[in-house]
Structures are given as structure tokens and as C-alpha cells.
Nanobody, 122 residues
Framework: QGRLVESGGGSVQAGGTLRLSCVAS?????MGWFRQAPGKEREGVAA????????VYADSVKGRFTISQDNGLNTVYLRMDSLKPEDTGMYYC??????????????????WGQGTQVTVSS
């Protein structure tokens, strides 16, 4: 099983920008970003199929977040613009080794990172 290492979290004011990075130790067909706020369930934010580049986003982040990849570095990014206080939470990177299409369903992912904290103040 591979290993995922996230970085890039931090504290910003509303309207600010952060870029998260996830470095994978092995290739997986799909990678996604999930987040969990205190007292809430983990939710899918964005995912990408690394072969064809197809992406999927949660409605709450469409137009503000962008998932991208650098295959040479085996890294997936999540650029987060126009951040809102409700974006606050622990952000996790996840990998699905053999997926055929990107999904925001956590149960399909078999490898998870340790998470990076994002805090947005108003």
C-alpha cells in the first residue's frame, strides 16, 4: 500500500488562497481531496483521474477550488481560492488504485494521508 503526504495547510482570512499538495509514493488511477470539520462527517471536495484528467467537484467548491496533478512528481494539488470560513477543516488526500472514474465517495479510496489543517477566519 502506498503512502500519501499532504502539505500546504494554514490559516488565512476569508477571500484568501491556499494550495495543498499531496505527494504519493506510488501511482494510483484516482486521487481525491476530502475534508472534515469538527463534529461533521468527512466529505469529498475534489477528485481527479490521473490517466484522462477527468475531475469532479463538490457543489460547495465549484468555481473556487481546482484540482491538478504533476505526474512527473507523482503529486496532486488542490488550489483553493475565495476561501470561506465554512471551508475550515482537516483536509485529507486519498488514493484509489484502480478506479475508472473520479469519485467523491470516500469508501472507494484505499489509501489516506494524515491530513493538513485549513483554517479560514472571517
Amino acid at each position: 500500500q502506498g503512502r500519501l503526504v499532504e502539505s500546504g495547510g494554514g490559516s488565512v482570512q476569508a477571500g484568501g488562497t491556499l494550495r495543498l499538495s499531496c505527494v504519493a509514493s506510488q501511482y494510483s488511477n484516482c486521487m481525491g481531496w476530502f475534508r472534515q470539520a469538527p463534529g461533521k462527517e468527512r466529505e469529498g471536495v475534489a477528485a481527479i483521474h490521473r490517466g484522462d484528467g477527468n475531475t469532479v467537484y463538490a457543489d460547495s467548491v465549484k468555481g473556487r477550488f481546482t484540482i491538478s496533478q504533476d505526474n512527473g512528481l507523482n503529486t496532486v494539488y488542490l488550489r483553493m481560492d475565495s476561501l470561506k470560513p465554512e471551508d475550515t477543516g482537516m483536509y485529507y488526500c486519498a488514493a484509489d488504485l484502480g478506479c475508472s472514474a473520479p469519485t467523491l465517495t470516500a469508501g472507494w479510496y484505499n489509501t489516506w494521508g494524515q491530513g493538513t489543517q485549513v483554517t479560514v477566519s472571517s
